[in-house]
């Protein structure tokens, strides 16, 4: 079961919830408005209909003429300034479960070229409540200088 100090633990981080995800909304805002000028790369895609969602992740899409490894330079770019980042988004028919799970679905790569391409282009940046607007902004700064640095900055997002 649940210790008596688990529970108290549970409770008081419940309390603070509210908290901790206004402050990472208010991240969100500070990426959006920093991401606004940045004509290669687009925010984390939000539907018509949808005025509210937390984002476990904040993963933006790199540009058409970027390719996965353009992403990694810039990953490694990103890192060399202190920034950490992943590739993120990993087509489910390339993950090690369908690979491996026969010819009914396992497929390697070249079957879903659309797919593959969007996934090669995926990038989350950092998402926590700690971060402050000059650290967004830095990390925003640093993105488009490395976007231009991999020789896709003047990409327009298509």
């Given at each position: 079961?649940?210790?008596?100090?688990?529970?108290?633990?549970?409770?008081?981080?419940?309390?603070?919830?509210?908290?901790?995800?206004?402050?990472?909304?208010?991240?969100?805002?500070?990426?959006?408005?920093?991401?606004q000028?940045?004509?290669?790369?687009?925010?984390?895609?939000?539907?018509?209909?949808?005025?509210?969602?937390?984002?476990?992740?904040?993963?933006?899409?790199?540009?058409?003429?970027?390719?996965?490894?353009?992403?990694?330079?810039?990953i490694?770019?990103?890192?060399?300034?202190?920034?950490?980042?992943?590739?993120?988004?990993?087509?489910?028919?390339?993950?090690?479960?369908?690979?491996?799970?026969?010819?009914?679905?396992?497929?390697?790569?070249?079957?879903?070229?659309?797919?593959?391409?969007?996934?090669?282009?995926?990038?989350?940046?950092?998402?926590?409540?700690?971060?402050?607007?000059?650290?967004?902004?830095?990390?925003?700064?640093?993105?488009?200088?490395?976007?231009?640095?991999?020789?896709?900055?003047?990409?327009?997002?298509?």
């Open positions: 079961g649940l210790s008596e100090l688990s529970a108290a633990l549970g409770l008081a981080q419940l309390a603070s919830l509210d908290e901790r995800l206004q402050q990472r909304k208010q991240v969100e805002a500070w990426y959006h408005e920093q991401m000028s940045f004509e290669g790369i687009k925010p984390p895609y939000l539907g018509e209909d949808v005025d509210e969602v937390h984002w476990m992740l904040y993963v933006v899409h790199l540009g058409k003429r970027f390719t996965a490894s353009a992403r990694t330079q810039m490694d770019d990103l890192r060399a300034c202190g920034i950490e980042s992943a590739a993120y988004s990993h087509p489910l028919h390339q993950q090690f479960f369908y690979m491996n799970a026969g010819d009914t679905i396992g497929r390697k790569r070249g079957l879903l070229p659309d797919t593959e391409r969007i996934g090669d282009r995926a990038l989350a940046l950092p998402l926590h409540g700690g971060l402050r607007p000059q650290h967004v902004q830095y990390i925003v700064k640093t993105l488009k200088d490395t976007a231009t640095n991999v020789g896709a900055g003047a990409a327009i997002y298509l």
